[in-house]
């Protein structure tokens, strides 16, 4: 009996350990703490792009449907034309290759579904591993008791909780997806001692959606449990999903127990603040005041429309939101900070883009989903994916996660499993995803050196490199994938002065299309004045004052206006 029972338990072992590591490389991402330079986000877009890469490997890939390729091709096509003149390849170059990474995750959420739920599982437990280990980060960060898990976590304020995604409405959507994947996991899964675990991870789900406070996070609970109650009664009543012979049934929890997930939610929302040490901010005080003051996506989204208003066609330009809101005096209330993202995906696109664009974009990905009417949905898997896209694409309508790396990949992902190419022959050659594989790890290796070079402008000079230790700013202007943090640097670094005046305000004048803030501000008015210019340093001020009274304010007291430069 023994003799017979090893081959099998050998072939299970390595199958569960491929699982294990395919899921690994969807969680990772979500995970990563690295973070160092001028951008919070380039580490953890390089790791997902490496985790991407090892996918591309290690499962059998296919085609999505011709539609997907349009779809992103069409997008990349847009940012290219309508791109900032003031920046050049950096402006179009990163979110082309971003582009060109989700067709690629596309590819590997294709076979997915061409691999059946087993391996359509991996986004599964991966999404659900990642938001269980970030649901633990984040309440431990909420009690301020992550401290000794530091470097590998932060150590937020206390009553914040974000667990390695630095912000607390991508922490709310991770968890929305690991509830999603937790409810397929436990619908697919007869072992009840399995259940019994998915709904103590449920649970704390639960707490950690509460300890986010994230409104966002709350929307997309309320939809999560909706359209799973629905589906559960409509199993209920014997349209149950259609299933492969052999394969177990899929059954949802019943609809009154995924229902009392929602008072659950908001007693564990009054209950967290409570238990803190010191006053923390609850869910339920931030449902009562709302954002503060001018703080409010209204008002923000009423700057944005009175840009569009002034551009509808072709729009301010690719990644020129910022310079846009700086630079315009609007009739009412005016948000007070930096706006470099509309916080809603159609609404940016048009207004950096112009409004054909974004109804190209968005009106595309509407129809293509109305046409695959996921309201009639009976598969598991598919279920699943559409679970995960909706919760992404309800926070596209109030934020930003697609401009981040685990977002793009299980988005990507999403997009292959549930729009996948037609016809057995569909599947990639193993040769074409390696090769896509060596590319994506040549440019993450190109982008990784580049960033680590440009990064050390932002370093002291004792925690440089030694390459770099002297002439730093010389050796990192040759850089163009980041040319314009080198800029932004530069800029910071250098007092203005009569023989440098004319280049100063060049440099500031493309500066303030990246980053219009006091210190650019402040140069670009220095510069003027010394070239003589004295009718555009006023007018600059006057808007320096507009969109920064305080700092303008400390300004004209001669003092530092915002922060340490680089």
Not at 51 to 68: E, H, K, T, V
Not at 430 to 459: E, F, H, K, N
Request: charged share 15%; net charge positive; aromatic share 10%.
């Amino acid at each position: 009996m023994t003799s017979r029972a090893a081959p099998a338990e050998a072939a299970v072992l390595p199958s569960k350990a491929v699982g294990a590591v395919r899921a690994g490389l969807v969680a990772f991402p979500f995970l990563c703490p690295l973070v160092a330079g001028p951008s919070v986000q380039a580490w953890q877009l390089l790791a997902t792009w490496v985790c991407l890469a090892a996918m591309l490997l290690a499962i059998p890939s296919a085609m999505p449907a011709r539609g997907i390729w349009a779809w992103l091709g069409a997008g990349a096509a847009a940012v290219v034309l309508f791109s900032s003149p003031h920046a050049g390849a950096a402006a179009w170059l990163p979110p082309v290759v971003v582009l060109a990474a989700m067709a690629a995750a596309a590819c590997v959420g294709a076979g997915m579904a061409r691999g059946g739920p087993a391996t359509s599982g991996v986004l599964a437990v991966g999404v659900l591993v990642a938001g269980l280990v970030s649901a633990v980060l984040g309440l431990l960060q909420y009690y301020g008791l992550a401290e000794p898990l530091v470097p590998w976590t932060t150590t937020p304020a206390l009553g914040q909780a974000y667990g390695n995604l630095r912000q607390r409405n991508q922490f709310a959507t991770l968890i929305s997806m690991a509830l999603v994947a937790a409810l397929w996991i436990y619908a697919a899964q007869p072992s009840v001692r399995i259940r019994r675990w998915l709904v103590a991870a449920a649970l704390l789900l639960l707490v950690a959606a509460a300890a986010s406070t994230s409104r966002t996070g709350l929307l997309q609970l309320l939809s999560i449990v909706g359209v799973a109650a629905f589906i559960s009664r409509r199993e209920r009543r014997g349209a149950a999903p259609d299933g492969a012979i052999g394969a177990p049934p899929f059954s949802l929890p019943p609809p009154l127990v995924l229902l009392a997930m929602i008072p659950v939610y908001f007693a564990i929302a009054w209950l967290l603040p409570q238990l803190a040490a010191g006053e923390v901010e609850g869910m339920m005080q931030r449902l009562q005041e709302g954002a503060p003051g001018d703080h409010t996506r209204m008002i923000l989204w009423r700057n944005v429309l009175s840009l569009i208003a002034a551009h509808p066609l072709a729009g301010w330009g690719w990644g020129e939101l910022a310079f846009a809101h700086y630079s315009t005096l609007y009739d009412g209330p005016r948000f007070p900070e930096i706006l470099d993202n509309a916080h809603n995906l159609p609404l940016h696109l048009a207004v950096e883009m112009g409004i054909p664009v974004s109804v190209l974009v968005c009106g595309g990905f509407l129809w293509m989903v109305l046409a695959a009417r996921p309201w009639r949905e009976r598969d598991p898997v598919r279920l699943m994916a559409w679970g995960m896209l909706g919760a992404i694409a309800l926070h596209s309508l109030l934020e930003y996660p697609l401009w981040y790396g685990p977002f793009q990949l299980v988005f990507g992902l999403c997009l292959g499993m549930l729009w996948p190419a037609r016809g057995a022959g569909m599947a990639l050659p193993p040769v074409l995803s390696s090769i896509a594989a060596a590319v994506l790890m040549a440019v993450v290796g190109y982008a990784t050196w580049d960033y680590i070079r440009i990064s050390q402008i932002y370093l002291a000079r004792d925690e440089r490199l030694p390459a770099y230790e002297d002439g730093t700013l010389a050796k990192a202007r040759r850089s163009w994938l980041f040319a314009r943090q080198v800029d932004f640097a530069e800029l910071t670094l250098t007092a203005v002065t009569q023989d440098n005046a004319t280049a100063m305000h060049s440099l500031a004048e493309r500066t303030l299309h990246f980053s219009p803030e006091p210190r650019v501000i402040v140069k670009l008015i220095e510069s003027a004045e010394l070239m003589g210019r004295g009718e555009e340093a006023r007018s600059q001020a006057e808007r320096f004052r507009i969109a920064f009274p305080a700092e303008y304010e400390r300004w004209l007291k001669g003092l530092p206006v915002e922060g340490q430069a680089p």
